[in-house]
Structure formats: C-alpha cells, structure tokens
C-alpha cells in the first residue's frame, strides 16, 4: 500500500513538473502573441501568474507523499532542496529579490521531475520483482 501510494505521488510529481516547465516555456510565446492584441501587454494575466502557485502547490503534495513513503534518503533530501528552489524561483520572479536569469526555473523543475521519476522507476521494479516473486 506505501508503495502504491508512493507510485501516485511521483506520477502526480512529475506530471505537475511536466506541465509546469510547459507553462515555462509557453509564456514567452504566448505574450508575444498578444503584444498585437494590446498597447500594454508587459505584464502576465493575474489567472496565469496564478499558475505558477497551482503548480507549487501540487508539486508540494507530491513531494510531501513522496518522501514520506520512500526509502531514499538522497530523493527525500532532493526533492525538498528542488521543491524550495522552485519557490523561491517563482516567488523571485514576482518580488524581484536578486536579478537571475528566467531560465534558472528549469533547475528545481528538471531536478523534480528526474527524481520523481527516479523514484517512480524504482517503485516499479520492487513492486514487479514483489510480484514474480509470488508467482515462484
């Protein structure tokens, strides 16, 4: 059952890690596509700056289960240092604390995800090992 549940955290995990670089990526393109639309278009729609707290929020469950049901210390302790660089990530970028590159957000992002998936993957194989073990 701790396994199962893990299994649907680190999906949760990294399929909300997955659509949050995608809403990364797409911002640019997508405000450049609406500079013809409006005279002031420099700043992002408040429903979509809220994306990026939706997203912290399901990654935060998702790592929150994740370690509590994993036996790696190393993806426990990675997944939280990722989880509280994404926030300060995107807290930075509404609240311009220091200068850093837009790009800096795929760091924590990537990092989640990959172990997320690490996790996952390993998860699979217990529970694969767990059941050809009790057709034997």
């Known amino acids: 059952l701790k396994s199962v549940a893990n299994k649907k955290s680190d999906t949760i995990g990294a399929v909300s890690s997955t659509l949050c670089m995608i809403h990364c990526v797409a911002t640019p393109f997508f405000f450049v596509a609406t500079v ?5 278009c420099s700043a992002a729609p408040s429903w979509w700056q809220w994306l990026d707290y939706l ?3 399901i990654s935060f469950i998702a790592v929150k289960s994740t370690t509590t049901s994993t036996n790696f210390k190393f993806v426990e302790v990675g997944l939280w240092i990722s989880w509280i660089g994404l926030t300060a990530v995107v807290l930075n ?3 311009l604390w220091f200068h850093a590159s837009d790009n800096i957000r795929f760091i924590p992002a990537f990092a989640l995800l990959g172990l997320h998936l690490y996790n996952k993957n390993i998860v699979d194989v217990k ?5 050809e073990n009790n057709l034997v």
């Open 127 to 131: 529970q694969k090992g767990v059941a």
């Open 93 to 95: 970028a509404n609240f």
């Open 55 to 57: 997203f912290l929020i």
């Open 36 to 40: 013809c639309t409006s005279s002031c």
